[in-house]
């Protein structure tokens, strides 16, 4: 039986996993390590704007519902909010899952 926390939440060997804001399960706990733009579709100052409302690294944030389909929009609870995040700004976001 492996009793890694990093390996159920699919971590590399040697250290902790860090994923999309998206990727995590409903009602996971996790930290933000990281807020940039993830691709060239996403809006110049859509980090600031994350930052914004609090998605600052070291925050912790979780899932708390998914829309249709599990698909758009994502609620994400970050500090006493909870917000609407589509799924092109939850991959701005990236966060390292806290064990249960």
Partial sequence: M?????S???AVAGGPAEVELAELPIGMRARVVAVSQADGHAPLDLHKRL??????????????ARGFL???P???RVGTGTFALRL????????????A
Avoid: S
């Fill in 2 to 6: 492996n009793t890694d926390p990093n």
């Fill in 8 to 10: 159920a939440a699919g």
């Fill in 51 to 64: 930052a914004e409302l609090g998605f600052l690294p070291g925050e912790v944030v979780r899932i708390v």
């Fill in 70 to 72: 599990a698909r758009e």
């Fill in 74 to 76: 994502i609620a994400v």
């Fill in 88 to 99: 092109f700004e939850a991959a701005c976001i990236r966060v390292c899952p806290e064990p």
